[in-house]
């Protein structure tokens, strides 16, 4: 997404020189004047692309920075959970131990997606274990580069994206390295490193100079201990986990049940938003909007919540990513993160899930000749989701940070079953626009927002030159208001 020049208060155009210059100096030469004119503005230009990407950040390695600046760490990738269940070739003491893989197709990217245990499989002398496990890949001792002579270089890990940060650790000439933030409180022999976060995806690690952080010798072999995560897309449908990746020769069938939770790492936008928030709410945490960005920012799982101050002690509802119920541990985790930044860090404050005002939407659509019908009441049917969803900023926001056909690949086929390909960005993208259009100068869908039945017959009608030719809308006949403190969610969905 281009990002507007901001800071043009010290930029001078090309004929704002050369002009003045050629009138007090009649007699020079002009070619002089072009020389110095265009040195002039390509200075001018180069100090105010600076000042943008320093001050509103385009890129994700610019956004770490400022987000470093602003004391704020990005919220990273975090893999889904998944129960699963084990069956052996027959009744056994087995032991399967932590970080054992199973794996399976994702059906939105045709990848293959790895879960590791998170808890030791017994199975008791049965022939069946249960186990918990998470979607992520350990990778051990991997050699990734070779170092070279000079001050604060940094290599690119070729081959790994999503790279969790909390996990990787470096080992050089037998000698453990550890990640920092930045080499700010690094003394010449402290074996520091950063990682470098890339739009991509990919990561640099990046060493000091001998003064600030140890610089390693050169001419050595760097390996490395980390894990990495498919983030949202690694969610799992029931039954999809069934590759026996460990190869154990006692499993005779894997299974699972619907994998939850899981996240990508937050895009250029959203470290943005909540690095500003957190130099704005440090410590002081009082206000309603103070809550909800501190609830945001506790973890890219919450994607929407509504904040309620008290005296002595406040409340937060929140959103997570998916809809639907936020569970124990996240609440916990919000809990948590917020009351650290009160006052003190001991204001009492307790988070709940949302409350949700379900609603059924019933249609109807003609298909146009030369299209595919199911394709086109999947269309139609997202459409109607989205202006009806309590997270629908879920794939809003994603869409600003990544474009069409990230968003699709990664949010839209992970949250609903339809399987779009990119022959339908296009459509795609006319949808979330129109709902943003929709919602004029709000940014998503808010509490106690009524779901007007004008708004649902907008975003059938908006598809016509995708092969949806006559929608109507059955239910709901009526607006519908949620109550107080409540929201809006879509229940069932049944275009015909």
């Known amino acids: 997404m281009a990002i507007q020049n901001l800071y043009k208060h010290n930029a001078r155009a090309y004929y704002d020189v050369f002009l003045p210059l050629t009138l007090a100096y009649p007699q020079k030469p002009t070619w002089l004047f072009h020389e110095m004119s265009g040195m002039f503005d390509h200075q001018s230009e180069i100090q105010n692309r600076i000042a943008t990407d320093i001050l509103y950040p385009i890129t994700r390695e610019s956004a770490y920075s400022f987000a470093d600046i602003c004391d704020y760490a990005p919220v990273e990738a975090d893999g889904a959970t998944a129960a699963l269940t084990i069956t052996l070739t027959s009744a056994k003491a087995k032991t399967l131990a932590v970080g054992y893989q199973v794996g399976g197709i994702s059906l939105a990217t045709g990848q293959i997606v790895i879960y590791e245990l998170t808890a030791e499989g017994n199975s008791g002398g049965t022939s069946t274990i249960t186990v918990a496990s998470k979607q992520k890949q350990l990778f051990e001792d991997k050699g990734l580069f070779v170092t070279a002579t000079g001050d604060f270089l940094d290599y690119p890990i070729d081959g790994y994206l999503n790279i969790i940060r909390d996990t990787i650790s470096l080992i050089i000439d037998g000698d453990t390295w550890t990640r920092v933030n930045n080499f700010d409180d690094s003394s010449s022999t402290d074996k520091h490193f950063i990682l470098i976060y890339q739009s991509s995806g990919k990561t640099r690690i990046g060493f000091g100079d001998g003064v600030t952080g140890a610089k390693p010798t050169s001419g050595l072999t760097v390996y490395g201990d980390f894990a990495i995560t498919k983030g949202l897309p690694g969610r799992m449908g029931a039954g999809l986990l069934i590759i026996n990746v460990g190869n154990d020769p006692d499993i005779l069938s894997i299974t699972n049940a619907e994998s939850v939770g899981g996240n990508d790492s937050e895009g250029v936008n959203a470290i943005i938003r909540n690095a500003r928030s957190s130099v704005r709410f440090k410590d002081v945490v009082w206000s309603q909007e103070d809550l909800e960005f501190a609830a945001r920012a506790s973890s890219s799982q919450v994607v929407k919540a509504l904040g309620f101050p008290g005296v002595g002690e406040a409340g937060v509802h929140i959103v997570p990513s998916g809809g639907g119920t936020a569970g124990g541990g996240l609440l916990s985790d919000v809990e948590d993160y917020v009351k650290a930044r009160t006052q003190f860090g001991a204001m009492p404050i307790t988070a709940s899930t949302a409350a949700y005002k379900v609603v059924n939407i019933t249609a109807t659509t003609t298909v146009r000749p030369g299209f595919v019908g199911a394709t086109v009441r999947h269309l139609v049917a997202f459409a109607l989701s989205l202006a009806t969803m309590a997270n629908d900023n ?10 069409i056909d990230a968003c699709r690949t990664l949010v839209i086929n992970s ?21 943003i259009d929709l919602l004029g100068t709000r940014e998503y869908r808010q509490w106690e927002q009524p779901l007007e039945i004008g708004v649902l017959w907008s975003m059938g009608d908006c598809l016509y030159d995708y092969g949806s030719d006559i929608f109507s809308l059955t239910t709901p006949a009526a607006n519908v208001t949620p109550a107080a403190d409540e929201i809006i969610n879509v229940g069932t969905v049944t275009v015909t």
């Open 394 to 403: 879920e794939i809003i926001e994603y869409y600003a940070d990544w474009g």
């Open 415 to 435: 949250l609903f079953a339809y399987a779009f390909t990119e022959y339908e960005n296009e459509a795609l993208e006319i949808v979330i626009l129109k709902w």
